[in-house]
């Protein structure tokens, strides 16, 4: 009776996942379904049933991320991303729900060094719509190429601006759903809504994505910058819209 229950439960998972129609990115067992930057020399790897990183790949390129093989539109992506560990302290500024940093009194940027590690997630092959992942204060999944520039109206630097830090501690799991809808981006992350259609004025209608490479050894102290992306990532999925 047990093993009838297990079969029919496996049968209505695989139904039900199939009925969303989402499309796994990653098998965990290699990375097929994208494209190592060349010479890497083995520092993107799948693991464990995990993609992993240590932020030290030796592609001579200047783009040294993880690309899919595939370029999408509009899409909803599933993805699971953990910091394995932080690497050092890192200057901090105070991000103000406009999307601005904190000036103490003299007008001058305030900033507060804190542990971090830094990756993300690029999305329509380019480097500007990035949802960021990392330890600042106020949480993963901001826009940061949009956020900071300032040619973009203030309700669109706003609207980048992550609405709650959802972000669990460094060595956690956590999960981000991500919709791209012509310029519109939405962003939960660990069931909160952090990004909420917020626009991404002169986005790429179609392109990549790509999980970051940031950091890597300090060329003059031979150790890991203060924002190096050690992490891993797993249960990767997207349904095109």
């Known amino acids: 009776m047990r093993s009838l229950l297990l079969a029919c439960l496996t049968v209505w998972t695989t139904t039900f996942a199939a009925d969303e129609g989402f499309v796994s990115l990653f098998n965990g067992k290699d990375l097929s379904h994208w494209v190592i930057p060349e010479g890497d020399n083995g520092h993107w790897k799948a693991v464990d049933g995990v993609i992993d990183y240590d932020s030290l790949s030796e592609s001579p390129a200047k783009d040294k991320s993880l690309w899919t093989a595939k370029e999408y539109r509009d899409f909803t992506l599933k993805i699971d991303w953990r910091l ?45 719509s990035q949802i960021n992942i990392w330890c600042w204060p106020i949480g993963s999944g901001e826009v940061y190429g949009y956020r900071m520039d300032k040619t973009m109206p203030p309700e669109v630097r706003a609207g980048v601006t992550p609405k709650v830090k959802a972000d669990k501690p460094v060595g956690e799991w956590n999960t981000f759903e991500i919709t791209m809808k012509g310029d519109r981006l939405t962003v939960v992350l660990n069931g909160q809504t952090v990004i909420e259609n917020a626009q991404l004025p002169g986005v790429a209608e179609k392109g990549k994505l790509g999980l970051q490479h940031h950091g890597g050894k300090n060329p003059k102290t031979g150790e890991l910058s203060a924002a190096s992306s050690l992490i891993q990532f797993r249960n990767i999925s997207i349904k095109e819209l």
């Open 84 to 128: 394995k560990q932080t690497t050092g302290l890192y200057d901090m500024p105070v991000v103000l729900p406009d999307g601005t940093h904190k000036l103490d009194e003299s007008g001058k940027e305030i900033k507060i060094p804190t542990p971090n590690a830094d990756s993300g997630i690029y999305l329509r092959g380019q480097g500007k």
